[in-house]
Each structure stands twice: as C-alpha cells, then as structure tokens.
C-alpha cells in the first residue's frame, strides 16, 4: 500500500484522468487526475499509489526509485502490484501474470 | 559497516556518515523520530543505525497506517463480512492484520467472500461487475492514500454505483505526532518527517512542530543517503539551538503539496472528532470520517457497526515504544509471546511496524551471529 512505484506515460486520455503507464515493460492503466497543475505529458515519469499517479518526477529519479525498491526486496512486490490493477480493462483477468483478487 | 557495498553511491554514503560523526556534539543524546513507515523499514533494512555516532537514537514512530489500526475497528470490518450479499475488499497488507477471530485471509479460507485489491477503483469497478452484491471497500491509510480512496467515491457517485460502500479508517499524520509532542515522557529532538504524505499535504503543515513545539522536522526521502543527509539537517539545527521546517526529499515533495488531492478529500472528508489508534489510544481529530453528501457509499451509515473496543494485552508496551521511551526488544512480549508470524502487539503486525523491522533485521542478524 504504501509502495511508490515508477512508471512512464505512454497515452493520456482526452480528459486528462486515465493514462497508460509502463513500469519496468508491464503496461497498465492508472489515474493521473491529481496530476493536472503539473502538465502532464507523454514520457513523463510517475510515481504511483494504489492505481493513482501522486507526483510527477525524473527520469533518474524514477531509475532511482526502482533501485531503491530493488534493495528493499520491494520490486516483485510492486509489480504484482501493477499486475493487479484490473480496472484498466476487461481483458485483464486473462492476462498471463495477473495476482488479483480472482486467483489469490 | 554492513550493507555499504550495496549501496549505489557508497563514497557518499560514507562521506555523509563521516560528516555526522564529526559534527555531533560527543556530551548529547540526539533522540530523533522517524515518523513514516516507509522509513523505519528502510532504516532497519539498510543498517542505517551502524553508519550513526553512537550518540543518535532514532525513535520508530506511528506511521504505519496497518500498525495502528485498532483491532475493534478490523472487528468491525470483518464483521460485515459474514452476510452473505457482502464482498469484502481490502489492500494486501490488510489481509493479515489479526482481528479477534482471525485475519481476513484466515477469514477467507472458511468460506467469507474476501478479495484483495490494489486500487480501490478495483473495488469499485467489482461493484459494478456484480450488481447483485454489497461491495465493501475497507479503506486504510493516511493522507498517501486518503485521495484514492475520495477520487473512488466521487467516481461512485458519478456513475451512480449503488452496491459500493467504503469503511473509511483514514488517519491523519499531523495529529499523531502533535499526541506525541504532547505526551509528557516525550524526548524527542526532532523529526523526520514522512516523505510521500508530504507529497500530497506539502511541508508548510509541519510548521507548529518547529514553532509550538520547537522542535526541528525535516522531510525526509527513502535512500540511505537521503536518511543521512536528514539527519545531518537535524543535527545542524539541533546543535545551533534552531527549530525550523526543511525539505531534504525536494526533488518529489513541493512545499505547497497537491492542491487536487487536498480538494478531493475535502471534498468526501470531515475529521472525527476522535479515532482511536492502536498503542496510542485516543486522539481526537486523528482520522477521516465520510461526509454526509456521501452517505449512500458509506458503510458506517448503510450497515450496522457494533462499534466494538478490543484493548491490546496490557502486556504489550507498544505505546512505550512508539514514544521511544523503550527499544522494541525491550518489551516483555518482544520475541516471546510477540513475534512477526503470531503478532501480540500493533508493532509486530507489518514489516514497516518497528518492533517485526527491528525482529527481522537486528534482532535475528544479531541471535545469527
């Protein structure tokens, strides 16, 4: 829960309130709505909350970031996390690699 | 020094340790609390204590949103779970949280409908998958989490979801520490304070700490050359007699915070009056409670809450420990009756607790040894 995850926008919505995030190749859908003020744009990096995107940083911060998660023994964690968003779409569910909450 | 090969930038590592040990003063305690979980975690994880003087205690504090909820309140909870329309949903690390008759995975295995989720718009979008059912999202978490789970709720009710209800137990770091401060064994010198809360409520809020309290806060990153450089921070004002608000994690808090997530939990949020926390008991305007323009998405107002109190074994010292009057190894249970597979006290329930970091990380390295 109180992981913060690195991802880089892929597309943004017409509203400016879902985006396409990869994190480390895995492709998910998360919400950028807090992040309007700051501009967001395609190739910016985030760090993301529960399936929302909190704050936009570097692209070496974000490399930072991975590290860190790297060396607390965090990094599998938090791509099971991204794994498990299932409301990005429908599809999700059959997704090699999905730990959500039909399988666990 | 352990760990310092690890690290991705050692010279620094040890250039800021070497400026730590020079610039204490060698006839003062320097006690200072590490207010977020994220950074208990990483201090234990790191080593972080073995690159300090000897003469800096670091002090565990409350943040860890798993650690300090109440056993009544998961009660409660899981309490729901047992009518049969019901499907409970909660973040992973709730899943083992102990309630009085087991934790929710426990729960799960003898029959209760109880998914784990990593967003609550997972939640919300299950109540939509299944009409039939009462989805219950029970929310945890301080203000790292709490616009989630407002966005989530506004989301509700723009797509007028009737069958999603959350169980808000959002708490609110400020308080917690102002408790602390105010607690008359206090012996704190300063803070670090929490690096993603911060992202969302800014570093001006922590500013009556450093004028009430006159105690220094510096907002803290996660790496342990951030944890040094914070703590070179705290000393230099410490030893200048100074009690100020500084941002060493600048490069991903802004001072201002994130105006958008501060208006959506305004908007679905209002302050208890008081919660209660586990190891620190009652403090008043601590936590979140969902406003009436959300009532229909509000689990306290839909279902029936016993509003149960289970008090933790007397035995179990987690207060003195969260206030840093006693090391987690100095409690009666640490180890024994406590431990990270059986947890006695809130401390033991999570990795970012103190006392289950302070098990895995010193206490079985230095039984190994």
Request: hydrophobic content about 40%.
């Amino acid at each position: 829960m109180c992981l913060a995850i690195p991802g880089q926008v892929e597309t943004i919505d017409v509203h400016g309130h879902m985006a396409t995030v990869d994190v480390l190749g895995v492709k998910r859908q998360v919400n950028v709505s807090l992040l309007k003020e700051q501009g967001l744009s395609i190739g910016d990096w985030v760090l993301i909350h529960v399936g929302f995107a909190m704050s936009k940083i570097s692209a070496d911060q974000a490399k930072e970031q991975i590290q860190l998660l790297e060396m607390l023994g965090e990094a599998s964690e938090a791509m099971n996390e991204v794994r498990g968003y299932a409301f990005s779409s429908e599809d999700v569910r059959s997704r090699e690699g999905y730990h959500g909450p039909q399988t666990s | 020094m352990r760990y310092v090969d690890e690290f991705r930038n050692p010279q620094l590592i040890e250039k800021a340790s070497r400026e730590l040990h020079a610039i204490v003063e060698p006839d003062r305690v320097y006690r200072f609390m590490e207010v977020c979980g994220g950074h208990t975690f990483s201090i234990f994880r790191f080593g972080i204590q073995h690159l300090l003087p000897p003469n800096i205690e670091l002090i565990h504090g409350p943040g860890c949103p798993v650690c300090v909820l109440p056993m009544g309140r998961m009660d409660d909870g899981l309490h729901l779970a047992d009518e049969p329309d019901v499907i409970f949903t909660a973040f992973g690390d709730v899943m083992r949280i102990p309630g009085s008759r087991g934790t929710p995975l426990e729960l799960k295995a003898k029959g209760r409908d109880i998914r784990m989720v990593y967003s609550p718009l997972d939640a919300l979008r299950l109540a939509q998958k299944e009409p039939e059912r009462k989805v219950v999202f029970f929310a945890i978490g301080f203000e790292t989490t709490a616009p989630s789970t407002a966005l989530t709720l506004i989301k509700a009710r723009e797509l007028e979801v009737k069958n999603f209800f959350v169980l808000s137990n959002h708490v609110l770091i400020l308080p917690a520490m102002r408790a602390i401060l105010e607690s008359p064994d206090m012996r704190i010198d300063g803070f670090l304070g929490p690096g993603h809360v911060s992202t969302v409520i800014g570093v001006r809020p922590y500013e009556f700490v450093a004028k009430h309290y006159g105690r220094p806060v510096v907002v803290a990153g996660f790496e342990p050359l951030d944890l040094l450089q914070s703590l070179i921070m705290l000393v230099k004002q410490v030893n200048a007699g100074s009690a100020r608000v500084e941002n060493q994690y600048s490069r991903v808090v802004p001072w201002e915070g994130n105006e958008r997530a501060l208006a959506a939990m305004a908007e679905v949020f209002e302050v208890r009056p008081f919660f209660e926390w586990r190891g620190l008991g009652f403090i008043s305007q601590s936590a979140l409670k969902i406003k009436h323009e959300f009532a229909p998405w509000d689990a306290e107002v839909h279902f029936t809450l016993a509003g149960l109190r289970v008090t933790d074994p007397k035995a179990a010292q987690c207060g003195e420990v969260l206030k840093g009057v006693l090391k987690p190894h100095q409690c009666k249970l640490f180890g024994r009756e406590c431990t990270p597979e059986r947890p006695v006290g809130a401390l033991m329930v999570s990795s970012e607790g103190a006392c289950a970091a302070y098990y895995q990380y010193t206490w079985q390295g230095a039984a190994g040894e």
